[in-house]
C-alpha cells in the first residue's frame, strides 16, 4: 500500500520502513524556528537544567513579531536574545528587520523539499510550499528541543486537494484559500496533512503556494504542501543552505477525503469578522466602509503580492479617511520593490511604509486599531481583538481587493480597478 | 478525579480571545497571565473563577496562535480540565506540556451549561454530569506519562535524570 507526503517524510525520519495513521514517531527536526518568542523558550529551557544548547546549527531564530521594540520589555527581550544565541553559538541568528520568519527561511535556504521543520508559530505550515513537512509546536517544546534535538510527533491522515483550472488576474492563491477554508471551516482539516494538487497549482508561483500552505493552519492543518517541481528548484538555486531530496506521496497513496476546487470560475473572496472561515464573495459586503488598509505579512508581503497591488494603485490616492499600511515580508522583498519603483506608487497615493516584520497582524504595535474601527487586510486572522480593540473589525482579502478598496474607501471588487490599470 | 464548576464556551475559541496577541511578547509569570485568561471573550472569567472548575467548549478548542500562554493562563487560573468536542492540536499539545488535562467529548458538551457540576474520571475515562456519563479514550502512553508528570519540563527532567 503507498504512502502520502505525510506519512514518507515521517518514516523516514523515524528510521522506518512504514508509518500508519495515528501513529506516533520520536524524531529529530531538521530545523527549528523561533522568533521573539525565544526570550521565554531561552528561560524554559535554562529550567531544565541542560547548559548547552544540543545541535545549535539546526536552530533558526528570526527577530520579526515586535521590531523594532515597541516598548522598554520588548527592547529587554530583544536583549537576552541577542545574549542567547552569542553563549549558545547558534548561527542562524536573524536581527530585527531581516524580515518575517516565514520569508526569511525560505530566502535564506532553510525551506527544502524533503525536510522535516518544527516552529514555535502556527504559521511554520508556510514552508510547506517548498515540500517540507512542517508544524507549528509550542514553547516548551522548542525549549526541550534545545535540551534534546527529539520530539513525538503524530502520524497524520491526509487530504488531497485538487484545484483545476487557472487563477486570473487580479484573483489570487488568497482568494483560492479563502474560498477553500469557507467551505471546509475552521476545523475542516483538523490534524491533517494537506496535499495541494492541480493544474491551478502547478500554475501559480511558489510566492502564491505559500499563500496556501501559510493558511493550511486556518482550517486546522496539521501542514499544507505543494509538491515540489521545477519553480520551486528555480527560487531554490543559490539559496539552498545543502542538498535535498524531494519527498513525493506514492500513487496508491489512501487519502481520507479528495476535495475538488476549480480556480477559473472564482470570484474575489473576503473573509468577514470575526473568524477566518467566515467567507464570502466580495460583491456581499462591496460598499463597506474602512478605515485601515493593511499590504503585508507572512501571508501577502512578497514582491508579487506589492506588484499587484502597486499596478491598482498606480497614480491613484487613498480615499479620504483611509490609511494604508505597507510591510514588505523582508528586506529582500524591500529593496527590489524599491528597485522596480512600488515604493514611489504606495507613498506616491499617500500610504505609509513600516519596515519588514508582523508589525500591526497580531495587535501587539504599528497600526493598532480603536473601537469601531474597520480594517482590510491581506493578512491571515480576523479574530475578535487580534489588531488591537475587541471592539473592532478586521476583513481579510487579496492584495487586489486591499489596493482597491483603500482607493474608495469601501470593500471594493477590484476586478473593474484592475482591468483599467492594464487597459 | 476531578469535580468543578462548568465554563461553557461555544465553537472555534481561538487563542487570541484566550490569551490576547498584545501580551504575548512581554515578560510574565504565570498568574499574572490568569488575570488576563478569556479577557476578549468573557471579561468576568479571570476575577470569578474558582481553583478546580472545568471549562467546557464546542469544536476546534484552542484554535489559531500557537502562543502556549493560552494554555498557561488557563493552568494557572485554576481551571483544572479543558473538556471539548475537538481541540486545536497545537494547543491540545501545550496543554498537555502545561499539565493540563485536555478530554475530547464528542457527546454530552451541549448538555453542560455555565455553572453545572462535572465530575471527571480519568482512571476510568468518564465524564459524569446530571446522571449521564460519557467515556473518553485514554491518551496513548507517551502522551499520558507528560501529564502525569505534570507538564513537558517536569517529565523531561525526570527522564534526563534517569538516563543520567
New interface residues.
Partial sequence: MGMTFAQKVLSKKAGLDTVAVGQ?VQIEPDYCMSH??T??IAK?FA????KKVKNPERFVIVLD??VPAA?E??A??HQQIREFVNDQGIEHFYDAGVGICHQVLPEKGFALPGRLILG???H?TTYGAFGAFS???????M??LY??SKI?L?TPASFKIVVTGRLEEPVTSKDLILKIIGELG??GA??RCVEYTGEAIEQMSVASRMVLSNMAIEM?A?NGVCLPDDKTTAFLDGRAVNDYTPVFPDAGAEYERVLEFDASSLAPQVAKPH?V?NVTGVQDVAGTKIDQALLGTCTNGRLEDLRLAAKILDGKTLARGVRMLVLPASQEVLVQALAEGLIDIFIKAGAMLLNPGCGPC???HQG?LAPGEVCLSTAN?N????M?S?EAETYLASPATVAASAITGVITDPRDAFSRSVA | MIEGKVWKYG??V?T??IF???Y????MEPEEMADHAM???DPTFAGEVQEGDVIVGG??FG????R?QA?TCLKAAGVAAVIAK?F???FF??AI??GLPVIELQKGTDAMKKGDTVSIDFEQGLVRHEGNEYHFPAL?G??LAILEDG???PH??KV?KKSG
Avoid at chain 1, 508544524?135 to 517544546?141: F, K, L, V
Avoid at chain 2, 504575548?24 to 515578560?27: G, I
Fill in positions: 506516533i521573539d518568542n526570550a521565554a524554559t529550567k531544565i537544567g541542560v513579531h515586535t516598548t520589555k520588548y529587554l527581550g514555535s508559530d502556527s511554520t508544524a507549528g509546536i509550542g514553547r516548551s517544546e525549549a526541550v535540551a534534546t513525538w503524530k475552521a476545523d483538523l490534524y486546522g496539521k473568524t472561515d497580531l495587535g501587539a493598532v486572522r479574530f475578535k481583538g487580534r488591537g475587541a | 465553537d472555534d481561538n487570541d480571545v490576547p496577541g498584545k504575548t511578547y512581554q515578560p479577557e476578549d471573550l469544536k476546534n484554535c489559531g496562535s500557537s502556549e494554555a475537538s486545536s492540536r497545537i499539545r501545550n506540556n502545561n496513548p507517551e502522551v507538564g513537558l519540563i523531561v527532567k534526563l
